[in-house]
C-alpha cells in the first residue's frame, strides 16, 4: 500500500509540473524507511525525518519540556528515502535528464534504478546529476541513503590526530567544523541540538533540449559620468563550450561564446537612477529579462530585477585609530540594525511569507541594514529581493561560525563549490554591501584557549593556523574577487574587546557585560569603530512561555526554564543586572517582565552611544534580531514574532532623526539630538516636563540646526539640577527634516514612589468594525512606569508598548489574527 500511495501522489503531481518552453520539471515526492519500525512513512516533496516523526505523532513537539533530549536517536542511523517517477517516452527523448536536489542534508548516495550516480556532503549547494543512460520508460526508483554527520566523520579525528574546536557543538563527537550544513543545528547558545536529516527544498527530474540556467549575477563595477559600467555572468547547466545569443531587456543582444557553461559580458548603463539604502534615497530597481538562444530556438530565460550601487568598506588609520564604516555609492553613512539568525529550527518549514515579514519588521523598525549570522544558512531569494525592495542592506556571513576549520584539499574542494555557487547568486542583489569571512574564528583562536583545552600545540596548531589563512584569506576572496566588486572581510570582528584600546580598531563584537564584569552602563561607553554584536538577555512573553512549559515549571529553579536557557551565564546575569535596576522580583512573571526592561534598557544605552559617537563610530548591529525556537535569549523579536521591549524601544532609537539618552552613569543622563539624514534643516524640538500627576512643570524650546549625519547635545542646564531632586515625566517632540512630527518620552525617577495600585485602571477593548483591528482604551488615575499590555492570544500586534502613562486616558491600537477577548489581555506596570 505504501509504494501505491507513493505511486499515486506522483501521477496526481502531473497536474501541477513546471513547464516552460525547453524545460520540464517534474518535482519528487518521498518516503523514508524507519530504521527502528523498519516500516515506510510519508515525507512528503521536502522536510526532515524529524519533522514528519512529529507529524505523524510519534515525536513530540521537540520545543516542548525537555523533549528535545528524544531526538539524539535521529543521529544514530543511516536513513532511506524513496521517490517513484514515471517518465515519458517524450520526456526521455530530450537531450538531458537530469536530477537535481536543491538541499540534500547531508551527507548522501544517490541511485537511480539501482545505479550509484551521486554523492553529496554539503547541505549549501544544489546538487545535479545527468541520469538520462540510467533513466528508462515508464516507472523509475531514485533512492537516496543519508548517513547523519556523527556517523559519517566517526573516525575522522582519530585520522587527523586531533579534534578542530568547535564549543558549540554539544555531542561528545563534535564534528560540527567537518560538516558543511547549518553549525547552529549542532547547538547554540540559543538553539538546541538538532541536526535535520532530508531535503531542505524540493527536489526535481528536469528534462531539456541543449542547456538551461542555474545561476547569475550582475555587478556593479564603477558609475562614472558615462554611467554605469555593468558586468553580467551566467552559469549553464551542462558544461560545455558554446556561442549563444544573449538578449537582455536593459542591454540588448550580444552574441557571447560560453567557456565550459559559463557566460560573461559587460555593458553600459546610461544616467542610471542609483539604489540607495532606507533613508538615504529611493531603492530602484530595473526590471530585466535575460533570454539565450541558438539558431533562433530559445534555451531558456530569467526574469529578475537589479539594482546600481557601489559599496566600499573604508578601512583606515585616523585620528582614533583604524576606521571601519561603509560607503555606498559615494557617501559615507551610519549602519543600524541587527543580526540575523535563521528563524527556525527545521529550514525547510520557513515561509516565504514568514521572511518577508521579519525583513518588513526591520524597515518598520528603521533599521538600514542586517547582518546574516554566519553558523546559520545562506537566506533564500526572497530575503534579498525584500531587502532590496526596502533599502535593507545586507552584511553577509560566509557560513562559518566560531570553531576552526580544516584547509585540506578535500575540504577546500567542497567549500570551493559552495562559494562559487551562493557568492555570485547573493552579490547580484542591490542590498549586499559586504561579504564576511566567519563569525569570531579568529578571536575565537586567539583568545578562548583551544590550544589549551584542545591540546593543540606545534604541528596541529600551525595546521589549524594554515587552514584559516587558506580558507577565509585566500579561496574565498579569490571568489569574491572574481564574481563582484562588493567587499570582502575575512572575520568579524576584527578586535577583541577588553583593553580600551580594542574598541579603536575595525569591527567589535561586544560582550564586557553579558561575558564578563563591566558594568551595564558600560553599554554606551565601550564602543568599537563598528559593533557588530553586542547585547542583553530577555524571556519571552507569557504567550509563548505557555506553549513550551505548564505554569507549574514557571520557576528560574525548573528542569525546563534551565533547558531552554542554554547560555553558560544565562539567568544569574539577567537577575543581577535587573535586580539593580529594578529591585527583587516578587514572582517568575515579574522576573520576565524585568528580564525585557533590563534588556531594552542596556541595548538602548549601547545604541545611543554609538550614534552619538558618529563619525568614529560607523555603525551599530544589535546581537539578535530573532529566535528559531522558544528560548530565553539575546533575541528582540521571539519565535512568534512577539516584540520584546527591546524591539519597541529599538525603533525609536532608530528614527532617523530621534531623541536619544546618554548615560554618563545610572544617575547621570544627558540628551542628544541624533541624524542620518543627509540634508541640512531646522529641527524644532521641546521638551516638556510632566510631574507623576500628570502636571507641566516646564517646557523647554531647544531649536537646532542640524547639518547632515551626527549629533548635538541638547542643552537642559536650566532644568538639569532641578531634574536630580524631583520624580518626572519627560516628554520629547521634534519635526524631521519633511516637516514630520515625532515624540518620546523618557522617565526620571530620583525619589521613592508607590506603585499604582490595580485599582487606579481600567482597561476597555473596541474592535475596529470589519477589519482585524482594534483599539484598547487604558484610563489610568495613577502614573504607571513602563507600562506592558500583553495578550494571551496569539498573532496580536501591538503600536506601541512598555511606554510609561501619566494619568489620564491613553489608546493603544492592536492588529490581529484571531480576535482576542478583554479576558486575553494582561498589563504590568511599575
Known amino acids: 500500500m505504501k509504494h501505491l500511495f507513493v505511486l499515486m501522489s506522483v501521477i496526481m503531481g502531473f497536474q501541477v509540473n513546471s513547464q516552460q518552453g525547453n524545460i520540464h520539471s517534474e518535482p519528487l515526492e518521498w518516503s523514508f524507511l524507519h530504521p527502528v519500525k523498519q516500516s515506510w512513512q510519508d515525507l512528503g516533496q521536502k522536510g526532515s525525518v524529524q519533522e514528519a516523526l512529529i507529524e505523524s505523532g510519534e515525536m513530540p513537539d521537540p520545543f516542548y519540556g525537555l523533549n528535545e533530549l528524544k531526538f539524539g536517536w535521529f543521529e544514530e542511523h543511516v536513513w532511506e528515502f524513496k521517490s517513484i517517477i514515471f517518465l515519458t517516452d517524450e520526456q526521455l527523448d530530450k537531450e538531458y535528464v537530469e536530477l537535481e536536489f536543491p538541499s540534500i542534508d547531508t551527507y548522501g548516495k544517490v541511485y537511480v534504478n539501482g545505479k550509484l550516480v551521486m554523492e553529496t556532503a554539503n547541505a549549501f549547494i544544489p546538487h545535479r546529476v545527468q541520469i538520462k543512460e540510467h533513466a528508462k520508460q515508464g516507472m523509475n526508483e531514485i533512492e537516496v541513503y543519508i548517513t547523519p554527520p556523527v556517523m559519517y566523520h566517526a573516525k575522522t579525528y582519530e585520522e587527523m590526530g586531533y579534534q578542530l574546536p568547535a564549543p558549540n557543538d554539544v555531542h561528545k563527537n563534535a564534528v560540527a567544523p567537518l ?4 553549525q547552529y543545528q549542532f547547538g547554540w547558545d540559543w538553539s538546541l541540538r538538532l541536526n535535520t536529516i532530508g531535503f531542505n527544498k524540493i527536489a526535481h527530474v528536469i528534462t531539456y533540449n541543449d542547456n538551461r540556467i542555474i545561476n547569475s549575477t550582475i555587478n556593479t563595477v564603477e558609475v562614472g559620468e558615462n554611467g554605469a559600467e555593468m558586468e553580467m555572468m551566467v552559469e549553464l547547466a551542462v558544461k560545455k563550450d558554446d556561442t549563444l545569443l544573449w538578449k537582455s531587456k536593459q542591454f540588448g543582444d550580444q552574441e557571447v561564446i560560453i567557456k565550459n557553461g559559463e557566460g560573461r559580458r559587460t555593458a553600459q548603463l546610461s544616467n ?34 537589479f539594482g546600481v550601487k557601489t559599496s566600499e568598506l573604508v578601512r583606515e588609520e585616523d585620528q582614533w585609530g583604524t ?22 529550527i527545521f529550514p525547510a518549514r520557513v515561509k516565504d511569507e514568514d521572511i518577508e515579514e521579519m525583513v518588513e519588521t526591520m524597515a518598520e523598525s528603521n533599521f538600514n541594514m542586517v547582518r546574516v549570522w554566519g553558523g546559520g544558512y545562506y537566506p533564500d531569494e526572497i530575503f534579498f529581493e525584500t531587502c532590496d525592495r526596502l533599502g535593507i542592506m545586507v552584511w553577509e556571513d560566509l557560513m562559518f561560525a566560531c570553531a576552526m576549520y580544516p584547509g585540506d584539499d578535500k575540504f577546500i574542494a567542497n ?21 564576511n569571512g566567519n563569525n569570531e574564528v579568529e578571536v575565537a583562536w586567539g583568545n578562548w ?79 568599537g569603530r563598528f559593533n557588530a554584536e553586542y547585547g542583553f538577555q530577555s524571556f519571552p512573553e507569557f504567550s509563548t512561555l505557555h506553549t513550551f512549559s505548564d505554569t507549574s515549571e514557571w520557576d528560574l529553579k525548573s528542569d525546563v526554564m534551565k533547558h531552554h536557557q542554554k547560555s553558560y551565564v544565562g539567568n544569574n546575569m539577567i537577575l543581577k543586572h535587573a535586580k539593580k535596576l529594578y529591585g527583587e522580583p516578587a514572582n517568575f512573571k515579574e522576573f520576565v517582565y524585568f528580564s525585557q526592561l533590563t534588556q531594552s534598557k542596556a541595548v538602548s544605552m549601547a545604541i545611543a552611544g554609538h550614534r552619538i559617537d558618529y563619525p568614529r563610530c560607523g555603525g551599530t548591529l544589535v546581537w539578535q534580531l530573532n529566535d528559531c525556537w522558544q528560548v530565553s535569549s539575546w533575541s528582540s523579536i521571539d519565535y512568534f514574532g512577539n516584540w520584546k521591549a527591546l524591539q519597541y524601544e529599538m525603533k525609536k532609537d532608530y528614527e532617523d532623526v530621534s531623541v536619544v539618552a546618554k548615560y554618563n552613569d545610572l544617575e547621570d543622563i544627558d540628551f542628544y539630538l541624533v541624524s542620518d539624514v543627509i540634508d541640512t534643516f531646522n529641527c524644532e524640538v521641546q521638551c516638556e516636563i510632566f510631574d507623576l500627576k500628570g502636571k507641566s512643570k ?24 532641578d531634574l536630580k531632586k524631583m520624580n518626572a515625566h519627560l516628554v520629547f517632540t521634534w519635526t524631521d527634516e519633511e516637516g514630520n512630527q515625532f515624540s518620546r518620552s523618557y522617565d526620571n525617577i530620583q525619589l521613592s514612589r508607590e506603585k499604582a495600585p490595580e485599582s487606579a485602571v481600567k482597561m476597555s477593548y473596541n474592535r475596529t468594525l470589519g477589519q482585524n483591528s482594534g483599539v484598547i482604551t487604558i484610563e489610568t488615575t495613577k502614573f504607571l512606569k513602563d507600562f506592558w499590555i500583553s495578550s494571551d492570544k496569539f498573532g496580536v500586534k501591538f503600536d506601541r508598548n512598555f511606554q510609561s502613562l501619566l494619568p489620564g486616558t491613553h489608546t493603544f491600537e492592536i492588529t490581529f489574527e484571531e480576535e482576542p477577548t478583554e479576558e486575553d489581555f494582561k498589563m504590568m506596570w511599575l
Request: proline share 5%.
Open 698 to 721: 516646564a517646557v523647554i524650546e531647544l531649536s537646532q540646526q542640524v547639518n547632515g549625519q551626527g549629533s548635538q547635545l541638547l542643552c537642559m542646564k536650566t532644568v538639569k539640577e
Open 449 to 527: 584557549g583551544f590550544q589549551i583545552k584542545y591540546g593543540l600545540f606545534g604541528k596541529s596548531a600551525k595546521e589549524i593556523e594554515a587552514a584559516y589563512d587558506r580558507v577565509f584569506k585566500e579561496t574565498a576572496p579569490q571568489i569574491v574577487k572574481e564574481f563582484t566588486s562588493i567587499p570582502y572581510i575575512h572575520t568579524s570582528p576584527l578586535s577583541n574587546w577588553g583593553k580600551m584600546e580594542f574598541y579603536n580598531h575595525g569591527s567589535q563584537h561586544y560582550w564586557g557585560v553579558w561575558h564578563g564584569k563591566d558594568p551595564i552602563e558600560d553599554f554606551g561607553k565601550k564602543i
Open 272 to 305: 542610471p537612477a542609483l539604489w540607495w539604502p532606507r533613508g538615504h534615497g529611493e531603492q530602484h530597481l530595473y526590471d530585466e529579462t535575460w533570454t539565450f538562444s541558438k539558431n533562433k530556438t530559445t534555451i531558456d530565460s530569467k526574469s529578475f530585477q
Open 179 to 182: 560538516t558543511r550544513k547549518p
Open 323 to 344: 576606521s571601519y564604516y561603509f560607503k555606498i555609492n559615494g557617501r559615507q553613512l551610519f549602519c543600524k540594525g541587527a543580526d540575523y539568525i535563521p528563524q527556525d
Open 415 to 435: 567549500i570551493t563549490e559552495e562559494f562559487r555557487y551562493q557568492i555570485p547568486r547573493i552579490a547580484a542583489h542591490a542590498s549586499v554591501v559586504q561579504f
